[in-house]
């Protein structure tokens, strides 16, 4: 794929993480926007889009332990449960981003990845290369899938973006989350936090306690753990620039995207 760009809306972004199942639908319809205006603006860039689950089905995977394992009819009834609300807050992005005028097509990663004790091993990318090519954009998310160890398991969004990566071979992916970027301390509990513009992997150790998690409940890692995935993903995609910003600032997500090299936010390279 030429100038493909993955972009994630973070699930503290698009929900409310605190109170479940609780999305901020003027915010979603605002990223939307912002996503249309730049596609407009760069009509030879591709884009995928993907989100996290938020205060849906972070909330209901943590009740029910889907991401440890299922064996048991109870177990089962939740996991189907978990698939169910994370669809729920699929399905209110989506329409947001065809009512901006966006051509999106939704894939579930419960039908397309299968796992063992956890982790994505493999993961059907043809359905979405073939929407590419078509000029559709795809749409992915954080979700349940069958496990071949555990039974069932949940998918991250980083997870379902990683094996997508290996494949399609993005030349950027874009974190879009609350806070923007990533900084020395959590700069919402220490206002002097420094921001840090361009880190590198060799420097993610001396700061795996300052990231700390995410901000409410979350069961795939917070932000500590998505910066990992993303150093894995980086290793894997030398290539590949990874830009964590925040969508909280009206207009931000659109002047990154126009000009992904503007400094905005944290840039995690090699």
């Given at each position: ?16 993480k ?109 359905p ?27 998918v ?115």
């Amino acid at each position: 794929m030429n100038d493909l760009h993955f972009i994630k809306l973070g699930g503290s972004l698009i929900t409310d993480k605190n109170r479940p199942l609780t999305p901020r639908p003027l915010v979603i319809q605002r990223l939307a926007r912002e996503i249309a205006a730049a596609r407009a603006a760069l009509p030879h860039r591709q884009f995928l889009i993907s989100h996290g689950s938020g205060s849906y089905g972070h909330v209901v995977g943590k009740r029910h332990r889907t991401r440890q394992g299922v064996d048991d009819a109870a177990g089962w009834q939740g996991f189907a449960e978990t698939g169910y609300i994370a669809g729920q807050l699929n399905r209110l992005v989506l329409a947001a981003l065809l009512r901006a005028g966006l051509p999106v097509i939704s894939f579930p990663p419960s039908s397309l990845a299968t796992c063992q004790n956890g982790r994505i091993v493999r993961f059907r990318s043809d359905p979405i290369r073939t929407a590419l090519e078509r000029d559709l954009i795809p749409l992915v998310f954080g979700d349940v899938a069958f496990d071949e160890t555990r039974g069932g398991t949940i998918v991250s969004t980083e997870e379902a973006l990683a094996a997508l990566a290996q494949d399609l071979t993005p030349i950027r992916l874009t974190l879009a989350g609350i806070v923007d970027g990533v900084f020395d301390a959590d700069p919402l509990r220490h206002p002097r936090a420094r921001r840090i513009p361009h880190l590198r992997l060799d420097e993610l150790a001396a700061l795996e306690e300052a990231l700390g998690s995410s901000h409410g409940v979350d069961v795939t890692g917070g932000m500590a753990g998505k910066v990992r995935e993303m150093a894995a993903l980086i290793r894997q995609n030398p290539g590949l620039r990874v830009h964590l910003i925040s969508g909280e600032i009206p207009g931000h997500l659109l002047r990154h995207l126009q000009n992904p090299d503007a400094p905005l936010g944290s840039t995690l390279s090699i």
